[in-house]
C-alpha cells in the first residue's frame, strides 16, 4: 500500500513537470515506465536524479523495433531509498538515430553510450570516447540491429567446417533409440 | 700436477652431486605437496625430464645480451657457493675452496646472483618481470636481516668467519650449534623460509599474478639453467645449513638425511599456507626472525 | 658420429620422451571451456601424475591449450602467443567451438575452424569436454609427441604463406610484430 502510494505520488510530480511523458502504470510490484520525447531526455533524468533520489543508473538498453523504424532506448534508474525502480523509455529514428550525450549525469553511461554506439549505431553528441569499444577492427554494420543477417556475414566471412547439415536431431536419436514416443510438449521443439 | 687434477675431478663430483640431490628434492616437493592436496602427484624423477625436455628445446631467445647472461649469473652464484661451503667433514673430494672467512663471502656472493638475474630481466622489457625484481629485492631487505644477524652471532660467539672452524667446534663440544646457540638457529631457520621462496613467500615469481616474475621471458635452455642453478643453490644452502648448525656431515647418506629434515620446514610450511603481500612478508622477516636475531647477539655478547 | 643416422634416432627418441612426460601447457581461457581446467589440473583428476602441468608464460610452454571459441579479436593475441612460444610446441584445439564453432557457428565474431589459422595437432570434441576426455586428448597428445608425429609447428613454419594469408582474412588491420622465433 505504501509503495503504490509512493508510485502514485511519482507518476503525478513527474506527469505535472512533464505534460507528454507516457506512463505504463499496471506492474504489480516496484517498477514505474515512462516514454518520453527525446528531446527532454536529460531534463527527465536531471529531474528523477536530482529532485526524485533515482541516484543510481543501472543500465542503458536498447531496443531495435524493425518494422517501425525505430530505436527505443532504456534508461534504468533505482532508488536506494524508495526501493523502486523507474524505467525510462523513448524512441529515435532508426535511419538517423542521434540522442545528446548523457555522462554529465552519471559518469557510468559513456560505457553504455560507446556500447549502444557500437553495437546498434546510436550517434550520441558530444561523447568522448574512442572509436572502439569491443569490436576490433569492425567494418560492417552495427551487429545487433535486427536486420543483420549474423550468419550471412559469418558464412561469408569465417571458413566453415563441412557436416553441420546432416546433423541428427537429438530427441528423435534418443527416441528411435529407446522406443519411446516423443511427448507431446516436446514435439514443437522437434526439428 | 696430481693435486690439482684431483682438485678439479673434486668440484665436478660436487656440482654434479648438487645438482642430483637439489633437483631429487624438488621433485620430491612436488610429490610431497601433491600428497598433501590429496592428490597421487608426479614421480620424483619428474623434474630430471622437465630438465631434460628444457634441455632439448630447439629455440631459446633473448632481447639482449644482460639477458643471455643473466642466467649464467645465477649458474655461477651457485656453483661457486656450492663449491665454497664444505660438503662434508674432513672428505677429500669435497674439500674444494673454502678457506677462512668464507662466511662473509658466502654472504656476499648469495646476493650476487640475484643481482645478475635482475639486471637480465629489466632489459626483458617485460613489465612483470620488473614487478618480480621489485618484489624480490624488497623480500631480499627482509630476511637478510635476520640472516645476516644469526651469522655475525655465531661469529662473534665463537671469534671466527670460517665454516671448517664452526664445524670443529661443535665435534669438540659433541653438541650441535642449534642446541648451543639456539636464537640464532631460529632467525636463521626463519630467514631461510624467505630464501627457498615456498609459500607464503613465493612473492617473486608467483605464477597467478606475475607469471613467473623475473623468468617470464625466459625459455627453453635459458629456463632449464635456471631451474639447474636453482636446485644447486637449494642443495648449496640446506648444506651450509647443516654446516652451521647441525654439526656437518660425516658421508653423504648424513647429508642427504640432515638436509632434508631442514628442506621439509619451509616445504611443509608453504602448501598449508597461502601467498603474502610484499609489505606483509617484509613486516613478517622484521618481527620475530629480526627480535630472535638480536637476541642471538645478546646471547652472544653475554655468554 | 653425432651426425650418424642411428645415434639421431636415439637422441630424437630420448628428446622425445622427455617431452611427452612434461608437457607444460599455456591454457587461453577466454572462452567458457577454461572451467573444465581446474578440476583436470587438482585432486580428482590430477593432470599433473602424467607430467601435464600449467606454464606461466608463452616462452616456457609447451602446448597453447585454446580453450572454446575464439573471437577475431582474441584469435589476434592467440597468434602473437603461438609466436611467442619455443620449438617444439603444439596446440591443442579444446570443445566444439575449436572445431566448427560449436553453437556460435552463426555468431559475427568468432572464427569457426581453428586449424585454418594455427595449426593444430590434437582436437577434443565435446561442449563442454569433460575431464576424462582432456586427459585422453592428452594422452593422445603424447601418443603423436613419442611417434615424432606431432609436427604442427613444422607445418605452420612450411605454410607461413597460407596461413598469414587466412589470419590477415580476418585480422585486417594487421599490426603485429615480426618474431625471429
Known amino acids: 500500500m505504501q509503495e503504490k502510494k509512493i508510485k502514485n505520488k511519482i507518476i503525478k510530480r513527474v506527469k505535472t513537470n512533464f505534460k507528454d511523458a507516457r506512463d505504463r502504470n499496471d506492474f504489480k510490484y516496484n517498477r514505474l515506465d515512462f516514454s518520453v520525447k527525446k528531446e527532454i531526455i536529460p531534463s527527465v533524468l536531471f529531474y528523477l536524479k536530482d529532485e526524485m533520489g533515482f541516484i543510481h543508473l543501472s543500465h542503458i538498453s536498447c531496443v531495435d523495433w524493425l518494422e517501425e523504424g525505430e530505436l527505443e532506448v532504456v534508461f534504468i534508474l533505482w532508488s536506494p531509498e524508495e526501493k523502486i525502480k523507474v524505467f525510462v523509455r523513448t524512441r529515435l529514428d532508426r535511419d538517423n538515430p542521434v540522442m545528446d550525450n548523457l555522462d554529465m549525469i552519471w559518469r557510468q553511461a559513456n560505457t553504455y553510450e560507446r556500447e549502444l554506439r557500437e553495437m546498434y549505431g546510436i550517434q550520441f553528441t558530444g561523447l568522448e570516447a574512442p572509436d572502439e569499444f569491443i569490436l576490433e577492427d569492425w567494418q560492417g554494420p552495427p551487429p545487433m540491429r535486427r536486420d543483420f543477417d549474423t550468419e550471412a556475414y559469418s558464412n561469408e566471412t569465417y571458413f566453415h567446417r563441412p557436416g553441420r547439415e546432416d546433423a541428427e536431431d537429438v530427441r528423435e536419436t534418443i527416441t528411435k533409440r529407446s522406443g519411446e514416443d516423443i511427448p507431446d510438449f516436446a514435439k514443437k521443439y522437434s526439428r | 700436477m696430481n693435486e690439482l687434477w684431483f682438485d678439479i675431478m673434486g668440484a665436478i663430483v660436487t656440482v654434479i652431486v648438487a645438482f642430483v640431490v637439489g633437483i631429487t628434492y624438488m621433485g620430491l616437493s612436488r610429490k610431497i605437496t601433491a600428497r598433501v592436496q590429496n592428490r597421487k602427484g608426479p614421480p620424483f624423477y619428474q623434474n630430471f625430464i622437465d630438465a631434460l625436455k628444457l634441455a632439448s628445446k630447439t629455440s631459446a631467445i633473448h632481447h639482449g645480451f644482460m639477458q643471455h647472461v643473466g642466467p649464467a649469473f645465477m649458474m655461477i652464484t651457485s656453483i661457486m657457493s656450492v663449491l665454497i661451503i664444505p660438503v662434508l667433514r674432513g672428505n677429500a673430494w669435497f674439500v674444494n675452496l673454502n678457506f677462512h672467512g668464507d662466511l662473509i663471502f658466502i654472504l656476499y656472493i648469495m646476493v650476487f646472483g640475484p643481482l645478475g638475474m635482475a639486471l637480465g630481466a629489466g632489459q626483458t622489457g617485460n613489465p612483470n618481470s620488473a614487478i618480480g625484481v621489485t618484489r624480490g629485492l624488497s623480500q631480499m631487505v627482509g630476511f637478510e636481516i635476520p640472516w645476516v644477524m644469526a651469522l655475525v652471532a655465531l661469529m662473534m660467539q665463537y671469534h671466527t668467519t670460517s665454516i671448517v672452524d664452526l664445524m670443529n667446534v661443535q665435534i669438540q663440544s659433541g653438541m650441535w650449534l642449534m642446541f648451543s646457540s639456539p636464537f640464532a638457529f631460529i632467525a636463521a631457520v626463519m630467514a631461510m623460509l624467505g630464501m627457498f621462496r615456498y609459500s607464503p613467500f613465493d612473492i617473486v615469481g608467483a605464477p597467478q599474478e606475475l607469471a613467473s616474475g623475473p623468468m617470464s621471458e625466459n625459455g627453453g635452455k635459458y629456463l632449464f639453467t635456471l631451474m639447474s642453478s636453482g636446485s644447486i643453490f637449494a642443495f648449496a644452502k640446506l648444506t651450509l645449513y647443516v654446516d652451521l648448525f647441525m654439526g656437518g656431515a660425516g658421508n653423504l647418506v648424513e647429508l642427504v638425511i640432515k638436509t632434508f629434515a631442514l628442506y621439509l620446514i619451509p616445504m611443509l610450511y608453504g602448501v598449508t599456507s597461502p601467498r603474502y603481500r610484499t609489505e606483509q612478508s617484509i613486516r613478517w622477516f622484521w618481527g620475530w626472525p629480526t627480535f630472535f636475531g638480536f637476541l642471538a647477539i645478546i646471547y652472544a655478547v653475554v655468554f | ?181
Not at chain 3, 589440473?41 to 602424467?50: C, G, I, N, V
Not at chain 3, 603444439?90 to 559475427?108: A, E, H, P
Request: aromatic fraction near 12%.
Open chain 3, 1 to 181: 658420429m653425432i651426425n650418424d643416422k642411428n645415434s639421431q634416432k636415439i637422441v630424437d627418441f630420448i628428446s622425445n620422451w622427455a617431452r611427452k612426460h612434461s608437457i607444460w601447457v599455456l591454457g587461453y581461457g577466454t572462452g567458457c571451456g577454461a572451467i573444465e581446467i581446474p578440476p583436470t589440473m587438482t585432486s580428482r583428476y590430477d593432470a599433473e601424475r602424467l607430467g601435464i602441468r600449467g606454464a606461466a608464460t608463452p616462452r616456457q610452454a609447451d602446448v597453447l591449450l585454446i580453450t572454446g571459441y575464439l573471437t577475431t579479436k582474441t584469435l589476434k593475441r592467440v597468434i602473437r602467443v603461438y609466436e611467442q612460444m619455443q620449438d617444439p610446441k603444439y596446440v591443442v584445439g579444446f570443445g566444439s567451438c575449436t572445431i566448427n564453432g560449436g553453437m556460435y557457428y552463426d555468431s559475427y565474431n568468432t572464427i569457426n575452424v581453428l586449424d585454418k589459422y594455427l595449426p593444430v595437432d590434437v582436437y577434443i570434441n565435446g561442449c563442454m569436454p569433460r575431464p576424462e576426455a582432456v586427459l585422453s586428448g592428452f594422452g593422445k597428445l603424447q601418443q603423436l609427441i613419442g611417434e615424432g608425429k606431432a609436427n604442427g609447428a613444422t607445418k605452420y613454419k612450411e605454410n607461413l604463406e597460407w596461413y598469414r594469408a587466412n589470419q590477415k582474412k580476418v585480422i585486417p588491420n594487421w599490426v603485429m610484430p615480426e618474431y625471429n622465433w
